[in-house]
């Protein structure tokens, strides 16, 4: 074939075989050096993300949020009722930051300079008082891409374990790699207590799965550009990153913080010092400190003061007493009662139970100090061999009373024991 012959880029007219690459087209050609200019071109005239969004239907963009779409924080709250009992200041605070959180990616660009900052939230109570669940049922409700993280697992880069980026990664795989998405998700980041660093004061060694993970963590919640390895993992100087701006996601973190209440304790004791002491401490709720909680006592606990202010809103779940636990166990869409009820049901079984037992398995959990967790296990304890032999019987109705409970918890505990 001669070069006059050679098909010839429709644009700049070289030659096939002056070029790298020519891509063939219906009625021409183009050569790669006119793709790579192309792009730069619409790069420079509508934007650096003109491509990330290229090719996705139906995804909400930041400009397609309506306030009118996004539910009230009463709302909110409402929702949150139907799913978790009690917890009424924590579902207030909760409502009010996601709200904001949600107005603040609405906001127009050009509005007067005033930039809405981001409101971070962390939940300090006891296991099993509703935190993960909590988040869960708020990120179900709005409908964004939701990932829960265990931050006992993170060690400062470089070290074994995994870097704080690939809580990134699996924000990404829940979004299906939707970057635009997962920048509008919700992370929920539980253990955060774990990562305390082990003294109050900055120590001269390293503590790659403290403060190290908490330094890390800074960048993430305060919001910035992360180079995040596509497949997750560590990263390589080698691999392709996808980039993540974590300024519009928004960070929920949870963690039980035990012992804290001593450091609540603690600086109670020294503002209750002068002439009305006596009456001041006379005041304070000795049995439910927590809902005294300050910053500082995270900052005594081990949480450094840079990662406290990128938390700005501080909020606490109260224990879970009596009264509460029993609600937990009937009242909830999804409670426990009711999920054993509908097991059964498909088996074309009636089941029900008696007010005793389920008094009896409150009372379990409460000796067990699990929480609403307790209850889960202890009512799978008494189930497990009625849902084995029943689907395998010729039975029409099943009810659970407190004898039937208390029998079947006391050969589980013979076992264990």
């Known amino acids: 074939m001669t070069g006059k012959n050679k098909n010839r880029c429709s644009f700049c007219g070289r030659r096939e075989d002056e070029v790298a690459l020519m891509l063939t087209g219906k009625n021409g050609y183009i050569c790669d050096d006119c793709v790579r200019q192309a792009s730069q071109i619409l790069q420079e005239n509508m934007g650096e993300d003109v491509f990330a969004n290229a090719g996705r239907t139906g995804k909400a963009s930041h400009s397609d949020l309506n306030l009118r779409n996004i539910p009230k924080p009463r709302e909110i709250k409402a929702y949150l009722d139907q799913y978790v009992i009690g917890q009424d200041d924590a579902k207030r605070y909760l409502a009010v930051s996601v709200y904001n959180h949600y107005k603040r990616l609405a906001q127009p660009a050009d509005d007067g300079g005033v930039e809405i900052e981001k409101s971070n939230i962390i939940m300090v109570g006891p296991t099993g008082t509703g935190k993960t669940l909590l988040a869960r049922t708020i990120a179900k409700m709005l409908k964004v ?41 919700i992370v929920f980041i539980d253990e955060i207590d774990k990562i305390a660093r082990k003294q109050d004061n900055p120590s001269i060694t390293r503590d790659v799965s403290g403060e190290g993970v908490q330094q890390g963590l800074l960048k993430l919640l305060e919001g910035s550009q992360v180079n995040v390895p596509p497949k997750g993992g560590r990263k390589h100087p080698d691999q392709d990153y996808i980039h993540v701006d974590t300024r519009n996601i928004l960070f929920i973190c949870g963690g039980a913080f035990d012992g804290i209440e001593r450091k609540i304790a603690q600086r109670l004791n020294t503002h209750v010092v002068g002439y009305d002491s ?16 300050q910053p500082q006592d995270l900052k ?10 990128r938390l700005p809103v501080l909020t606490y779940l109260n224990p879970l007493d009596r009264e509460t636990l029993r609600n937990i166990l009937t009242e909830p869409k999804n409670s426990l009662v009711k999920q054993q009820i509908k097991l059964f049901a498909m088996d074309g079984i009636t089941l029900s139970f008696e007010d005793e ?17 307790g209850l889960r296990s202890i009512m799978e304890a008494i189930m497990i061999e009625a849902q084995y032999n029943a689907p395998s019987e010729d039975l029409k109705t099943l009810t659970i ?10 050969k589980n505990e013979r076992m264990k024991g």
């Open 145 to 185: 891409p939701f990932t829960i993280v265990d931050a006992t697992v993170f060690t400062e880069a470089g070290y074994v374990g995994e870097d704080v980026e690939s809580i990134l990664s699996r924000l990404l795989q829940v979004a299906d790699y939707d970057v635009a998405a997962a920048e509008r998700g």
């Open 278 to 293: 006596v009456q001041n401490l006379q005041k304070i709720d000795t049995k439910d400190l927590m809902q005294y909680i």
């Open 300 to 309: 005594s606990f081990g949480l450094i003061p840079e990662i406290i202010g």
């Open 357 to 373: 037992a389920l008094d009896y398995i409150v009372d379990k959990a409460i000796e067990y100090k699990l929480g609403a967790r």
């Open 401 to 410: 009373t407190r004898q039937y409970a208390e029998e079947k918890i006391a």
